[in-house]
Nanobody
Framework: QVQLVESGGGLVQAGGSLRLSCAAS????????MGWFRQASGKEREFVAV????????YYADSVKGRFTISRDNAKNTVYLQMNSLKPEDTAVYYC??????WGYGVKAYQYDYWGQGTQVTVSS
């Protein structure tokens, strides 16, 4: 069982930056692929980024590529999402998720086993 707690959301002007953190409990964090998803009001949850269990591989949605960076620190049981050049369309609740499949690298929500409660990111124009 893994518990995930996101932090770092808030209100920022367009063009600004935020760094989200997701702290995980449990001894097996380092064996999970970790993803970030987001859900805007009235829309479906969408994939943002994923990092492999060892941090060697990352993959991004086209909408955030070049602006967002996902990373992890297995010693701290934490995954991060650095968001730069934020746009109003980035406004959403951001969720981190853990895939218990060590070799997982998914972009679909159903591929993830554990979810955090979400943190709100609001980008004003």
């Amino acid at each position: 069982q893994v518990q995930l707690v996101e932090s770092g959301g808030g209100l920022v002007q367009a063009g600004g930056s935020l760094r989200l953190s997701c702290a995980a409990s449990g001894r097996t964090f380092s064996s999970y692929a970790m993803g970030w998803f987001r859900q805007a009001s009235g829309k479906e949850r969408e994939f943002v980024a994923v990092v492999s269990w060892n941090g060697a591989r990352t993959y991004y949605a086209d909408s955030v590529k070049g602006r967002f960076t996902i990373s992890r620190d297995n010693a701290k049981n934490t995954v991060y999402l650095q968001m730069n050049s934020l746009k109003p369309e980035d406004t959403a609740v951001y969720y981190c998720a853990a895939d218990a499949d060590r070799w997982g690298y998914g972009v679909k929500a159903y591929q993830y086993d554990y979810w955090g409660q979400g943190t709100q990111v609001t980008v004003s124009s």
